[in-house]
């Protein structure tokens, strides 16, 4: 996205800085251990330093801080084994600011959460912090996916491709395929 479309963004979104808000919800979609934390955490790390003049932060220092320590920790390969973050327990939603040079041109808010809400057969639908996520992807500009490399490790192309499907596609599509579109957005059901 060029700068001025996101200024553009920022223009029209105005009120909702003004209240506080965060003017765009992503989500990350993946699988139990597909590495939506250590994402979060990298890509959290490069661009604090900035890439082709775009740079983010994190307005709250807590959260800043937390991000930081957690990198640093996955990076020291002294700590071996121990250095990768524990498996998430519960949601915990952060808020950044996209910057272009000094300028902020956009605010968005970024939820990690335990891969096994993704999963049919293990997530609780009556669980606060689910609906919290449910309702983070239904109303996120951007979803990513994030796969455990894993899956396209070892073995023939149809081997791979099956564990892609089972453990993938079957739990994300859901998120994708019970989206509809009017007034010229996508809109999700949520859980009742
Ligand atoms: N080689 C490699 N391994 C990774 C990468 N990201 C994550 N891992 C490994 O995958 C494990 C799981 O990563 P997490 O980021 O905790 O995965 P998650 O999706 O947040 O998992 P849950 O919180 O349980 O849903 C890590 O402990 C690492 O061992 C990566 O970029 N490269
Ligand atoms: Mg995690």
């Known amino acids: 996205m060029k700068p001025q479309d996101v200024n553009n963004t920022h223009k029209n979104n105005s009120s909702q800085e ?19 934390t250590c994402y979060l955490l990298g890509m959290y790390s490069e661009m604090t330093a900035g ?31 121990d ?14 600011n996209l910057q272009y040079g000094l300028e902020k041109i956009m605010s968005f808010e970024w939820i990690d959460y335990p ?11 009556a669980n606060s912090d689910y609906i919290k996520v449910e309702q983070s992807i239904n109303e996120s500009s951007t979803l990513f996916i994030c796969m455990d490399g894993a899956n396209l490790a070892d073995g023939t192309l149809k081997q791979k491709i099956k564990r892609v499907r089972n453990n993938c596609a079957k739990r994300i599509n859901l998120y994708i395929l019970q989206s509809v579109f009017y007034n010229g957005k996508w809109h999700k ?3 009742k």
């Open 18 to 36: 003004e209240d506080g808000m965060a003017e765009r919800k992503f989500t990350i979609l993946g699988e139990v251990r597909s590495g939506k």
């Open 115 to 125: 891969g096994n809400f993704v999963d049919a057969a293990q997530r609780d639908i």
């Open 189 to 191: 059901r949520i859980s």
């Open 51 to 81: 890439v082709g003049g775009y740079s983010i932060i994190a307005p709250n220092a807590d959260e800043d801080s937390d991000l930081t320590r957690r990198y640093q920790k996955l990076t020291n390969k002294k700590q071996g084994i």
């Open 83 to 96: 250095r990768f973050p524990l498996a998430t327990g519960a949601a915990s939603t952060y808020n950044f």
